[in-house]
């Protein structure tokens, strides 16, 4: 919510500066985001006098303007605005200045060779206003030479955050309130004296939906003139970054921004019959003031009158019914909608305003005919006109919030001792009503007032939060016990072994796409879809890490990495047995871009592969705590995978730890991410617990005598895993085979066809004494018997 210090003072008395205002804000618990000095944003332009006008000797559309700044020697200006003349006065910006429009530095220089000294603005280019035919014309008695931001009274524009719960300072007004209960100045409340009707209301206005409209005020004005609205009312609008439109349209938003108080005004002659809050037929539309068509529900309440729907009640007008430059009779309405229905509305038609804001929070049930009066003072008073009786159909809520209260509970809740008669003075100046006995009877507009605790924290913010002393919780003396859990452990190592190969941390949301989701889904009970999401791309919630580390790697490749070397620790969401919610501990790794860059010593660039992506997997598994060598390498990594270049770590042919691989290229295309990119999903849930979980682990104990190495070469059938082969030459010996691995894999010429040649190097430990010739012929023997098992033949 923006608003200028010139209007704030409208209700405000203070010489308070916009430093100390921003200051007292903040203390309060009303967020200042900004603030925005239109004097800054006007520097170098000033109030100047055109002496003369002549035309340019080589241009038949310009003008060469002798124009006098106050100070110094008239300037030469070039100009080719149509009302550019001699005796005017304008806006000139000089040589140094920047036109707010576009960000333009004026400078010294020379159009069709006639050398100009700044430039003479119109109101486009200087933000106050879509004109943009002509250069700005002052009064004649506009000082010449004073800067333009004094001459406009140029206010700072304060952009604050109001948190659901104040809707009392969704308007100027309250805000005035809550600075003036801190100290900063006098509150200035503003008040219309009632204006009395001079003939009854012609229309015909009543609430056929009291639950959605409990109330529905509204008077006919006639005899009108809609023409723009005042200087002073435009000045502010534009500060709030609201569009004057016409004088009653402004008026209407005037009344919002200034008191919190939305109401509507519709043109008398578009309307037919009588004026009716009502719901919705179901399938009813209706054409918004955003040139957008809406499709209603019998949920939704609506204004309408015989031809039909004209109003979303409490969110947006119709466009056919609006006022224009024409109009000269208008309806008024002002009303209280159920917030909870206005809400509803609003998230079920995607559709938000300033008036849904402020509705759904809950307005003020007591400021109808407060509002209808200085909504009507305004108009009589700017548009002319004639008012009609009010008429009242139905009636706001009126019973309000009363809570006992100790004013020791400030001490005892809040922190800080405030002696009684100031936590009074407080309550009384933001109109709580306080009697004897210390009841408190909360004003209608505090919606958020539900028990002593509330009454608490209002006097707190308002004397002072950091008045509230610092205190250091309880410590028990000794050593702390351990209170992380197995898995939060595991999650630790793992974190730390994925920083230390080289990969960075990504957090990313836990709310996907729906279509990224479920790209991801694998059938897993199905997705988990919010109702009410924050926006489309953040409605599902994820069932695999990997949709948002693609999007991070896309993002750093757009933004020219080379290379992106991702991992995420979290949480993936799906349905379990009978809908039931389940989330599951994941990490998930992406591999994208440049393994090794271009360079004279390794030449061409060159990509991650399946391999890398297998090997984080298996090195981050033995991080935590994963029997890596008990695993099995198998396929079935899912169809986001490339079905020959992915697979699957397993302990058993069910439990799968770990998918690794290339992305399909169908999932790179829905992804919008160019290849080849490697992915690792690890599902720590499934890594079984320790047999033996004691903190101490054996001491090392190198072995006494000196391992031997022996090396095998087998032909095996081209599709055999090299794994398999492994596993298989690891099992024949297992008091003396301590480790055994792939070196070397060749097919071509020597090897048959079909065939592959894969050499596999294998350590033999002795313990008690050293091996014998005869002893590894035997383990060598039962190496080979082994292999020949998997369909493996010695290679001669």
């Not at 919510?1 to 704030?8: A, D, T, V």
């Amino acid at each position: 919510m923006k608003f200028s210090l010139e209007w704030l003072k409208y209700f405000l008395d203070t010489e308070a500066s916009a430093a100390e205002i921003s200051a007292k804000l903040n203390a309060i618990g009303i967020e200042v985001e900004a603030i925005e000095d239109p004097a800054e944003r006007f520097a170098g332009f000033r109030v100047a006098h055109v002496l003369t006008a002549a035309p340019h000797p080589d241009a038949d559309k310009l003008q060469v303007l002798s124009v006098d700044t106050g100070e110094g020697d008239p300037l030469q200006v070039v100009c080719g605005a149509p009302n550019a003349r001699a005796g005017m006065k304008g806006v000139l910006g000089l040589p140094g200045a920047v036109v707010p429009v576009n960000g333009m530095e004026l400078r010294k220089s020379a159009i069709r060779g006639v050398e100009s000294n700044g430039m003479m603005c119109s109101v486009r280019e200087l933000e106050l206003g879509d004109d943009h035919d002509g250069i700005i014309e002052l009064p004649a008695d506009a000082p010449v030479g004073m800067a333009f931001a004094e001459y406009n009274a140029a206010s700072p524009v304060f952009d604050v955050a109001i948190t659901p719960n104040r809707p009392d300072c969704m308007g100027v007004e309250g805000i005035a309130r809550d600075l003036a209960a801190a100290g900063i100045g006098v509150f200035k409340p503003v008040r219309a004296e009632p204006v009395a009707g001079t003939f009854p209301c012609p229309v015909e206005i009543r609430t056929d939906d009291p639950e959605g409209c409990p109330a529905f005020y509204g008077r006919v004005i006639r005899g009108v003139s809609n023409g723009a609205s005042p200087d002073w009312m435009q000045r502010r609008l534009r500060a709030a970054g609201q569009r004057p439109i016409s004088a009653l349209v402004d008026i209407t938003n005037y009344l919002m921004l200034a008191f919190g108080r939305p109401a509507h005004a519709y043109d008398l002659a578009k309307l037919n019959g009588a004026v009716v809050a009502r719901r919705a037929q179901a399938g009813e539309q209706v054409l918004a003031l955003n040139e957008k068509t809406y499709t209603l529900d019998d949920s939704m309440t609506v204004i309408a009158d015989d031809n039909g729907v004209h109003d979303i009640a409490g969110i947006m007008g119709g466009e056919h019914s609006g006022c224009s430059d024409s109009t000269t009779d208008v309806l008024l309405e002002i009303a209280y909608f159920d917030p909870e229905r206005i809400g509803v509305t609003g998230r079920k038609l995607g559709l938000s305003s300033d008036a849904c804001t402020r509705f759904e929070r809950g307005v003020d049930p007591a400021f109808l005919d407060g509002g209808l009066d200085l909504l009507t003072s305004l108009i009589l008073k700017i548009c002319g006109g004639e008012a009609s009786e009010v008429v009242r159909a139905g009636s706001p809520p009126s019973e309000p919030t009363v809570v006992a209260y100790d004013p020791a509970l400030a001490a005892k809740l809040g922190g800080v001792d405030i002696v009684a008669d100031e936590q009074r003075r407080i309550l009384e100046s933001l109109d709580f009503v306080v009697d004897d006995s210390w009841q408190v009877t909360a004003p209608l507009r505090r919606h958020d007032i539900e028990g002593a605790a509330d009454i608490v924290e209002e006097v707190v913010r308002i004397h002072g939060l950091d008045k509230v002393a610092s205190v250091a919780l309880p410590q028990t003396d000794g050593v702390a016990r351990p209170t992380a859990t197995p898995e939060q452990l595991r999650e630790r190592k793992v974190r730390r072994a994925a920083a230390a190969r080289g990969l960075s941390e990504a957090i990313t949301w836990s709310f996907l796409p729906e279509a990224d989701a479920d790209h991801f889904a694998d059938g897993n009970g199905g997705l988990w879809v919010l109702e009410n999401p924050i926006s489309e791309d953040m409605k599902a919630m994820r069932p695999s890490l990997i949709p948002g580390l693609l999007a991070a790697a896309k993002r750093n490749a757009d933004r020219g990495a080379d290379a992106t070397r991702l991992f995420e620790l979290g949480r993936r969401y799906f349905r379990g047995d009978a809908g039931a919610s389940d989330e599951r501990a994941t990490m998930g790794i992406v591999l994208a871009g440049d393994k090794v860059s271009r360079g004279w010593a390794t030449g061409k660039a060159a990509p991650f592969d399946a391999y890398d992506a297998k090997a984080e997997a298996i090195a981050l598994l033995e991080a935590a705590g994963a029997p890596v060598g008990n695993l099995q390498v198998m396929g079935e990594a899912g169809p986001q995978f490339h079905p020959g270049q992915s697979g699957t770590l397993r302990l058993g042919p069910k439990n799968v730890l770990a998918r690794f691989g290339a992305l399909h290229p169908t999932t790179l295309e829905a992804f919008d991410i160019e290849g080849p990119v490697m992915a690792v999903e690890l599902f720590l849930d499934a890594i079984p617990a320790p047999k033996n979980p004691g903190f101490a682990r054996a001491a090392y104990a190198p072995p006494a005598l000196q391992a031997v190495t022996r090396d095998f070469a087998f032909l095996v059938d081209a599709s055999l895993p090299a794994g398999d082969l492994v596993r298989a030459v690891k099992g024949a010996d297992k008091a003396n085979i301590v480790s055994a691995r792939v070196f070397d894999v060749f097919a071509g010429q020597g090897v048959p066809d079909g065939k592959k040649s894969v050499a596999v190097e294998v350590v033999l430990q002795p313990t008690a004494k050293s091996f014998t010739d005869e002893e590894i012929k035997a383990i060598a023997d039962k190496i080979v018997t082994s292999a020949a098992k998997q369909g493996a033949e010695l290679r001669a």
